[in-house]
């Protein structure tokens, strides 16, 4: 980081009254997400860096780590410093992403894959631990009735049908990659996920295409992106990408369900939550 960064000028990238809704909801223990700042750091008017401020020191130096391991990449903005609580990254400059373009099939492949490409490890399911924690999971979802009897236990069978030696990998992954976390690239015309406290490493890989999935990506750019991880040596990814639709699906339900009830006391629209499992029975 250059010595004269001190001296450069910072703005808020979140107009003001959006910084004071989320303070005063924050206050109000209605605000679920973490307490982080973002900033673009000037040098002569021109945005050179992006600085976003965590809540802990810890959160900023797990950013920074994955950040560093991950490695310069026209697809992640590139880690410049860490300081504290705070780490500086490069502005990258472009457009909001488009899911409809034309090519947005290319695009989120190339992007996507460049994080199930990094270095990984291989566990095979029944030693990762990741089956007993989904059956966890739904026994919550059937203790707040946010699901059925039935449901919950189809969905049991339907974990347990999956063979305890279907391989998994463990990697860099992008935890959420919804549309507004990504950039098409002003000089390259790439995909870049620009969100990077969403940044993971040791991530089961996979988990951010099957959340792209369930949000915005259509079959046609799923079907592309597995397509290219088999053709890459990706294919255990790919075999196992049932199971990792599945886990990641009850994770979020359980996840959303559990944020509402903690911060609003109660868990909000029980069925279109059961709906969302529901749909992976289709």
Same mark, same amino acid.
């Given at each position: 980081?250059?010595?004269?960064?001190?001296?450069?000028?910072?703005?808020?990238?979140?107009?003001?009254?959006?910084?004071?809704r989320?303070?005063?909801?924050?206050?109000?223990?209605?605000?679920?997400?973490?307490a982080?700042?973002?900033?673009?750091?000037?040098?002569?008017?021109?945005?050179?860096?992006k600085?976003?401020?965590?809540?802990?020191?810890?959160?900023? +130096?797990?950013?920074?780590?994955a950040l560093?391991?991950?490695?310069?990449?026209?697809?992640?903005?590139?880690?410049?410093?860490?300081?504290?609580?705070?780490?500086?990254?490069?502005y990258?400059?472009?457009h909001?992403?488009?899911?409809?373009?034309?090519?947005?099939?290319?695009?989120?492949?190339?992007?996507?894959?460049?994080?199930?490409?990094?270095?990984?490890?291989?566990v095979?399911?029944?030693?990762?631990?990741?089956?007993?924690?989904?059956?966890?999971?739904?026994?919550?979802?059937?203790?707040?009735?946010?699901?059925?009897?039935r449901?919950?236990?189809?969905?049991?069978?339907?974990?347990?049908?999956?063979?305890?030696?279907?391989?998994?990998?463990f990697?860099?992954?992008?935890?959420?990659p919804?549309?507004?976390?990504?950039?098409?690239?002003?000089?390259t015309?790439?995909?870049?996920?620009?969100?990077?406290?969403?940044?993971?490493?040791?991530?089961?890989?996979?988990?951010?295409?099957?959340k792209?999935?369930?949000?915005?990506?259509?079959?046609?750019g799923?079907?592309?992106?597995?397509?290219?991880?088999?053709?890459?040596?990706?294919?255990?990814?790919?075999?196992?990408?049932d199971?990792?639709?599945?886990?990641?699906?009850?994770?979020?339900?359980?996840?959303?369900?559990?944020?509402?009830?903690?911060?609003?006391?109660?868990? +909000?629209?029980?069925?279109?939550?059961?709906?969302?499992?529901?749909?992976?029975?289709?």
């Amino acid at each position: 980081m250059p010595a004269r960064l001190p001296a450069l000028t910072e703005r808020p990238v979140y107009p003001a009254m959006r910084r004071m809704r989320r303070a005063i909801l924050r206050r109000l223990g209605r605000w679920s997400r973490g307490a982080y700042d973002v900033r673009l750091v000037y040098d002569q008017g021109k945005p050179i860096y992006k600085k976003v401020v965590f809540n802990s020191n810890q959160q900023a +130096r797990r950013v920074a780590g994955a950040l560093s391991a991950f490695g310069e990449s026209i697809h992640v903005p590139t880690l410049r410093h860490q300081a504290d609580n705070a780490i500086w990254v490069d502005y990258v400059a472009g457009h909001a992403f488009d899911p409809h373009a034309a090519d947005q099939p290319r695009g989120v492949a190339e992007c996507l894959t460049s994080f199930a490409l990094r270095p990984s490890r291989a566990v095979a399911l029944g030693e990762a631990g990741l089956v007993d924690e989904s059956h966890q999971r739904l026994a919550w979802l059937l203790d707040q009735a946010v699901i059925t009897p039935r449901l919950g236990e189809t969905l049991r069978a339907r974990l347990n049908g999956f063979d305890t030696d279907l391989m998994l990998r463990f990697g860099f992954d992008y935890a959420d990659p919804i549309a507004a976390n990504l950039l098409t690239r002003a000089d390259t015309g790439q995909v870049c996920a620009i969100d990077v406290k969403n940044v993971r490493q040791d991530a089961l890989v996979g988990l951010g295409v099957a959340k792209a999935h369930a949000r915005w990506l259509d079959d046609d750019g799923l079907n592309h992106i597995l397509a290219d991880w088999r053709s890459r040596g990706l294919a255990d990814v790919v075999a196992a990408f049932d199971f990792i639709r599945l886990y990641e699906r009850i994770e979020r339900v359980t996840r959303q369900a559990a944020t509402e009830k903690r911060s609003r006391g109660a868990i +909000r629209k029980q069925s279109n939550k059961a709906n969302k499992l529901e749909a992976l029975l289709d």
